[in-house]
Structure formats: C-alpha cells, structure tokens
C-alpha cells in the first residue's frame, strides 16, 4: 500500500489568485510542445500508457483531458468515454468491458471515468451491490499490477473541487446553452450525495492506492491552474526525450498550368 502523506486537500490549503488568460495560454503553448515531443517518444519506443482521469461532476476532467489533446494525434492520444453498460456488458466479467480499450504499443489512452465508476456512481447511485463494491476494490490492485507488470504506465487523477466551487459549474451549466448537455438527470440526483460521495471517494482510495499505480490529486478550483499542474506532472512521469526531426521546409511549386474548372460550386453563405 501506498504511502498515505498525499492528504487529499481542499482549495482552504493553499488559496491561489486565478490564472490570467495570457500567463495561461503562453504556458500551455509551451507544455503542447512536449506534449508533441512525448507523442513522438511513445510512438518511437512503443510504450504503452494508460491514464485514468475520476472526481466528482463539474470537477473539470473533460477540460483537462482537452487540454491534454487538442494539439495531439488522436491516434496515439485516444480518449475512452463509455456509456452505461448494455445487459450483455452487466452478464460479463465486470472488467472485461475495459480490457479492449487498454493501450497497445506506441497508444496513449485517457479514461474520461473508468473501471472506478463501480467505486463511485454504481456505488452511490446504488447500481451494484455492496458485496460487488467489496469484490471490485479487492480485486482492482491485482487487475492494476498485472498491467504494470505487463509493461503499461498506469496513471490515475482525482480531480478534487469544493462543494460552492462544484454547485457554481453546475448552475453555470443550466444557464449555458453551450453546456446544458453536461448535465443530466444523474448529476442533479449525485449533487444532494456530496458526503455520500466523499465515503465512497475514502474507501476507494484505501483500497486501491497502491505502490505500483497510486492516485495523484489535483485540486480544480482554477480549471486554467488544474489543467496546467497535470500536464507537468503527467510529462513528468513519463521519462521522454526530443526525438531530434530534420528540419521540413516547403518545395518550390508552379500554379497556373492547369486552367480552372468552370463548374457551379455551391459556396456556403458567408453571413461572417
């Protein structure tokens, strides 16, 4: 079991002033850079790395995972985001539906939610049964080691927001047209089960943080900061190097030998 120092902390510990949009951009341009430099080393090595992202809704995880992609391959970073199990997927082996979307050599595969719903949600929401919670939080440290010990680089984020920073996204996301399809009758359920969720969030981390995958907390009451802090510590659990390119530079061309088509294009209106 893994040591327990990494307390998990509320924003009360340490109050940070938010993050300018610039400071932020500039910082973010410059982590994409490696961002692109890892994709390069993961393809290059054919390293395999799973990463799974947890934490109560409106806690930030889809912004962070887009920040982590927007400037990357989809094929090399692949984003994993499973709808609620169909009856066959109940009847199976309750990691089975999972095992297909783990990374093969040269992926990195980001878990928007994981197996840990069952520690969570399927927990609170009441869709498993305790003996199923027992069985699962047993055997989540076995099923974890065997993919460290297959060579997969396992990393795990809890994403912690306060209870008045949480219920602000959430009403942000009513009142958004651009959000509304966040929230669904689920969140508005889990948003009266904070405490509920906060024994859940204990007995997962007891039973599953461990020294060959342990959870790493990042508190989210600044998205702009979260999403910062993870990429840096993500690049810095993964050893990489720049795979020096040769420079590319565009040939010369010649236009103008073909002539152009007199055909009826239909161009878009141009209201902009």
Known sequence: MASKNHRVKTVDDATKTPLKTKEYEKELRRLHVELVKLQQWVVSKGLKVCIVFEGRDGAGKGGTIKAITERVSPRVFRVVALPAPTDKEKSQLYFQ????????????????????????????????????VEKFLDGTPVMEKAMVDAGTILLKYWLEVTPNEQERRLRDRINDGRKTWKLSPMDIKSFTMWDEYTAARDAMFKATDTAWAPWFVA???????????????LLSQIPYKDLHTETMDLPKRKIGKAKPAKYPFRYIDEKF
């Open 219 to 233: 508190r989210s009451e600044d998205k702009k900061r979260v999403r910062l802090n993870i990429i840096s510590h």
């Open 97 to 132: 539906r999972y095992v297909p979307h783990l990374p093969s050599a040269g992926e990195i595969v980001i878990f928007d939610r994981s197996w840990y719903n069952r520690a969570g949600v399927e927990r609170v929401m009441g869709f498993c049964t305790e003996e199923q």
